[in-house]
C-alpha cells in the first residue's frame, strides 16, 4: 500500500470511529518499532486537516543492556526533528516485575498505562493512541484460543476504549512496513516485549504460514473478522450483565457479594460476565479477566459445590454459605477475627481475641429478666441461620437496638468509644444476611425479643486466658 492510501485508511477509521475530536490533543505512545512510528508520522500528517494536536510519550523500560536508552534516544530526536512536544518517563520494569513476581511485559504494560493516563489528565489531552495493528489482532486471537479465553478476550481489541485509541487497528504489518520504507522511516528493531514475543513470534513465524499454507490463505481475514462479530456480540451480552450485575451485587468497600441462589438462576454465559464485573470492580480497574477461574466458579455454582479460586493480582473468588464473595486477598493483621461458623447450640473458641462465645437455644419465659451485658437473647424465629462470627469490615451496617435507622458499624463504634485497635477484635455476628450482634456492645434491633417472641437464642461472650 502506498503512504496516500495508508493515510487515506487511516483517516477513515478516525472518521468512521470518531477517534479524534477537531481541537483534540493526542498524545502519541511511541515505542520507536514500526508500527507506533508509523502511527506517529501518520497522525502528524493529518493534524492540520483534522485539527489536532499532538504530544510523544515514551518510556524507556532501562534495560541492563542499555538497548532501550538507545530507543529513548531516538524517539526524542525523532519528536524533536518533528517539531513535537515529548514526555520521556523512566522506569525499571525488571525490578519490579522482579519484586512483585510478575511477568516483565504485564508491568511494562500496566506502568505505561498509568503514566499515559497520568500525563492526559496533566496536559489535558483527550486521547492517547498506540501502534496495535491488525496483525496484532489475529495473533492475539491465536494466542488467547490457545490459552482457553473465552469471547471477550478472543474479541481483543477495539478502535477506542475510553480515552485510548487504537488508529491502525485495521492495517496490516505488511502495509505498514511498506510505508515506513516509503516515507523513509527507520524504526528501531522492537525488543520491547521479547518474553511475550517469544510465543508470539512462534504464533507469528509458524502457526500462522502453516494454516495459512495448509488450511485456508484468508486466515488473517478470516480471524479478523470472527474477533470483530465477537466484540460485536460482547456489547450486547455485556449491557444485558450490567444491568443484572446492578440488581444482583451487594458491593461493599473491599469485596463483591452475590447470592448463590439469585446468580445461579442466570444463564450460565451472563453468570461469568456479571463475575467477571464483580471482579474487576474489586480489583478497581479495568483489566481482563480469564476465562477459565470464571468458567470454574460457574460450573461450581450449577453443580451447587463449593469452591475457593485465588486469583492473579491478590484476588480471590470463593464460595461462603450461601454467598458467593470477590475480594482481595485478605493482607490484615494477626488481631484480625478469622470467620467461623457459630453453632445454635454449643461453643465457639476465639483463641486470637481470648474469646469464647457460648449459644444455646430454649423456649421464651416471659417471667425471666431479659440478660444485659455480655449475654444477649435473641428471638430465634427472626434469625435465618447460618449464623457465623467474623471481625469488622469496612461497609458494615446494622440496626443498634432501640433505633429505627440502620448505621454504619464505624459510626457505632466511634459513638460508643471503641478505640480504633480494639474494633478489629470485636466479634461481629452474623446470619445470612444480616449482622444480629456486635458481640459485647449492641444486638441488632432486628432479632429482638417481642410480645410474639417462643423462642430465643442466648449467646453469651466469655473472656478468657
Ligand atoms: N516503551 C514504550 N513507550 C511508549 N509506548 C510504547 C512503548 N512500548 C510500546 N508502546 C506502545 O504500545 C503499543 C503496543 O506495544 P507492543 O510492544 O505490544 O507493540 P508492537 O506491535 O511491537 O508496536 P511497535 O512496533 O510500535 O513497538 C505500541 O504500538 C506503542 O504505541
Not at 444491568?243 to 451472563?270: D, G, H, M, W
Not at 440496626?399 to 459510626?411: A, E, F, V
Request: proline share 4%; hydrophobic share 40%; glycine share 6%.
Amino acid at each position: 500500500m502506498q503512504p496516500l492510501e495508508l493515510k487515506e485508511k487511516v483517516k477513515e477509521n478516525i472518521r468512521r470511529n470518531k477517534l479524534i475530536d477537531p481541537g483534540a490533543l493526542v498524545i502519541v505512545s511511541v515505542s520507536g518499532g514500526p508500527d507506533s512510528l508509523c502511527l506517529l508520522h501518520l497522525l502528524s500528517q493529518l493534524r492540520e486537516e483534522l485539527h489536532f494536536a499532538i504530544h510523544v510519550f515514551h518510556l524507556d523500560h532501562l534495560t541492563r543492556d542499555g538497548e532501550s536508552t538507545q530507543d529513548a534516544r531516538y524517539v526524542k530526536s525523532v519528536a524533536e526533528n518533528w517539531n513535537l512536544p515529548v514526555t520521556m518517563i523512566e522506569a525499571d520494569i525488571a525490578e519490579i516485575s522482579k519484586r512483585e513476581r510478575r511477568s516483565f511485559q504485564s508491568v511494562a504494560r500496566e506502568i505505561r498505562r498509568n503514566h499515559l493516563l497520568q500525563l492526559a489528565d496533566s496536559l489535558g489531552a483527550s486521547r492517547i493512541a498506540t501502534g496495535h495493528q491488525a496483525d496484532d489482532q489475529v495473533e492475539t486471537f491465536l494466542f488467547r484460543l490457545l490459552r482457553g479465553s473465552g469471547p471477550k478476550g478472543l474479541g481483543g481489541m477495539n478502535y477506542r476504549e475510553g480515552k485510548l485509541i487504537k488508529p491502525l487497528l485495521n492495517v496490516w504489518r505488511r502495509e505498514i512496513e511498506n510505508y515506513c520504507q516509503a516515507a523513509g522511516l527507520s524504526p528501531r528493531m522492537d525488543w520491547t516485549n521479547r518474553e511475550m514475543k517469544y510465543e508470539r513470534n512462534r504464533i507469528r513465524n509458524q502457526l500462522i504460514p502453516y494454516l495459512e499454507r495448509e488450511f485456508s490463505p484468508a486466515l488473517r481475514d478470516i480471524v479478523f473478522r470472527t474477533a470483530e462479530i465477537l466484540r460485536d456480540e460482547e456489547e450486547v451480552m455485556d449491557s444485558l450483565a450490567e444491568e443484572l450485575f446492578q440488581n444482583l451485587a451487594v458491593v461493599r468497600e473491599e469485596s463483591v457479594q452475590f447470592y448463590v441462589k439469585e446468580l445461579a438462576r442466570q444463564p450460565r454465559a451472563l453468570v461469568r460476565r456479571i463475575l467477571r464485573r464483580g471482579i474487576q470492580r474489586v480489583k478497581g480497574e479495568l483489566l481482563d479477566v480469564d476465562f477459565l477461574p470464571l468458567e470454574e466458579v460457574a460450573q461450581a455454582l450449577e453443580a451447587d459445590e463449593s469452591f475457593h479460586i485465588l486469583m492473579e493480582g491478590g484476588l480471590e473468588v470463593y464460595r461462603e454459605y450461601d454467598r458467593i464473595v470477590a475480594t482481595k486477598r485478605s493482607v490484615s493483621g494477626e488481631s484480625d477475627l478469622r470467620e467461623r461458623e457459630l453453632p445454635l447450640e454449643g461453643e465457639l473458641d476465639i483463641p486470637e481475641a481470648g474469646l469464647v462465645l457460648k449459644t444455646r437455644e430454649m423456649d421464651y419465659n416471659r417471667e425471666s429478666p431479659i440478660p444485659q451485658g455480655n449475654t444477649v437473647w435473641m428471638d430465634l424465629d427472626k434469625i435465618v441461620p447460618p449464623l457465623k462470627v467474623r471481625g469488622w469490615r469496612g461497609g458494615d451496617r446494622f440496626i443498634p437496638l432501640g433505633m429505627k435507622k440502620i448505621k454504619k458499624l464505624q459510626d457505632f463504634f466511634v459513638d460508643s468509644k471503641v478505640p480504633r485497635r480494639a474494633r478489629k477484635r470485636v466479634p461481629i455476628v452474623e446470619d445470612f444476611h444480616k449482622i444480629v450482634w456486635v458481640a459485647g456492645l449492641r444486638m441488632d434491633q432486628r432479632v429482638r425479643i417481642d410480645g410474639d417472641t417462643k423462642r430465643v437464642l442466648e449467646i453469651e461472650l466469655r473472656r478468657v486466658g
